[in-house]
């Protein structure tokens, strides 16, 4: 099954019609690190992850594993661990997954340029929690917690994204 997700920040699963985020920037198909863009494309549903701190496992067929402390994804085009995770400290340019601002409490990981990762084309490319008033992402779809919560009960291996670049009928 697909998520669909369109630029006019609506994201549709069967009968749920949700409100998310996108990058700042838009949705493109010519997606670079740092350009702030959610990228265009269907993109596999990898696992999810989240803080067993502040919440209980989501309920899914995906793969679940708890964030740690120490937990990174690397954003460095030119290392070699580029768009994978990392333990931290990493001396490498990363995004820390233990974050105080509770948008990753849960993370899904998407199928987005890794196999095998391509340097520049983009990283840390999740769906995760919505900041308040759905402002931009940095290039992920974010949802607010319950209906990222709601999405996810319905989602289990072979199931993706499709980010589309242009819009659909209701």
Request: with cysteine.
């Amino acid at each position: 099954m697909d998520i669909a997700v369109f630029p006019d920040n609506r994201l549709i699963l069967g009968t749920l019609k949700l409100r998310c985020a996108l990058g700042a920037t838009g949705i493109t198909a010519a997606k670079r690190e740092g350009d702030k863009a959610t990228p265009a494309g269907r993109f596999a549903l990898r696992r999810v992850l989240y803080r067993a701190d502040r919440l209980a496992a989501p309920r899914t067929a995906l793969p679940v594993a708890p964030i740690g402390t120490g937990d990174g994804w690397c954003d460095a085009p030119g290392d070699p661990q580029y768009n994978k995770p990392v333990t931290l400290p990493y001396a490498a340019s990363h995004e820390r997954l233990w974050r105080e601002d509770h948008l990753y409490d849960i993370v899904v990981v998407l199928g987005y340029n890794d196999a095998p990762p391509v340097a520049g084309k983009g990283s840390a490319i999740f769906m995760h929690v919505a900041r308040p008033g759905y402002a931009p992402t940095e290039g992920c779809v974010a949802l607010a917690l319950a209906d990222l919560e709601a999405v996810l009960a319905r989602c289990g291996p072979g199931d993706c994204i499709h980010i589309h670049a242009g819009t659909a009928e209701d």
